[in-house]
T-cell receptor, first 117, second 111 residues
């Protein structure tokens, strides 16, 4: 059963704590992404990775960190430096830059809702 | 960078009527324009897309039009049904997966 899996689905954090959100895909996709979704603001890109061991900042990377040690995994750490971390986080993957094979379609996980208490 | 604007932010229509959502983009290098549908509590899913070498694309009750000169594209849903109720996001893609989303439109179809 191919797909992209995020965990946990719900997470509560105290102020000052770091938290890591997991994202795993078995679609053999090269590219992976993290988006933050807030009401009325659409989907904003946090970080993306086109290939293993490489990643780039998106529009709102401050206070977040990522790693891409394996093709299947792209965990996101929300650090204590992120001033307003309460949000819905979506991970996605796509085939990647393979010329004609790249449709650009993103496949999303079901999301992780982080609440800071 | 690219800037994608989407209107309206909310839209209510009677069942059976048509719905139109409009997006504009700023970067003429954008060449791929997908539309995603996100039902309440679920993940966004691609419903239709269009490339810059095409002016219109249809898939049953859904169509997308693109005006490259004016840099705008629209989603048209005909004969709306209650299951069409969702948040719809447009996006513009430039190069290898540089995808920029609009702010979303919450569509409500009233039975």
């Amino acid at each position: 059963d191919g797909g992209i899996t995020q965990s946990p689905k719900y997470l509560f954090r105290k102020e000052g704590q770091n938290v890591t959100l997991s994202c795993e895909q078995n679609l053999n996709h090269d590219a992976m992404y993290w988006y933050r979704q807030d009401p009325g603001q659409g989907l904003r890109l946090i970080y993306y990775s086109q290939i293993v061991n490489d990643f780039q900042k998106g529009d709102i990377a401050e206070g977040y960190s990522v790693s891409r040690e394996k093709k299947e995994s792209f965990p996101l750490t929300v650090t204590s430096a992120q001033k307003n971390p309460t949000a819905f986080y979506l991970c996605a993957s796509s085939i990647g830059a393979r010329g004609a094979a790249n449709t650009g379609e993103l496949f999303f996980g079901e999301g992780s809702r982080l609440t800071v208490l | 960078g690219e800037n994608v604007e989407q209107h309206p932010s909310t839209l209510s229509v009677q069942e059976g009527d048509s719905a139109v959502i409009k997006c504009t983009y700023s970067d003429s290098a954008s060449n791929y324009f997908p539309w995603y549908k996100q039902e309440l509590g679920k993940r966004p899913q691609l419903i239709i897309d269009i490339r810059s070498n095409v002016g219109e694309k249809k898939d049953q009750r859904i169509a997308v039009t693109l005006n490259k000169t004016a840099k705008h594209f629209s989603l048209h849903i005909t004969e709306t049904q209650p299951e069409d109720s969702a948040v719809y996001f447009c996006a513009a893609v430039r190069g290898a997966n540089n995808l920029f989303f609009g702010t979303g439109t919450r569509l409500t179809v009233i039975p």
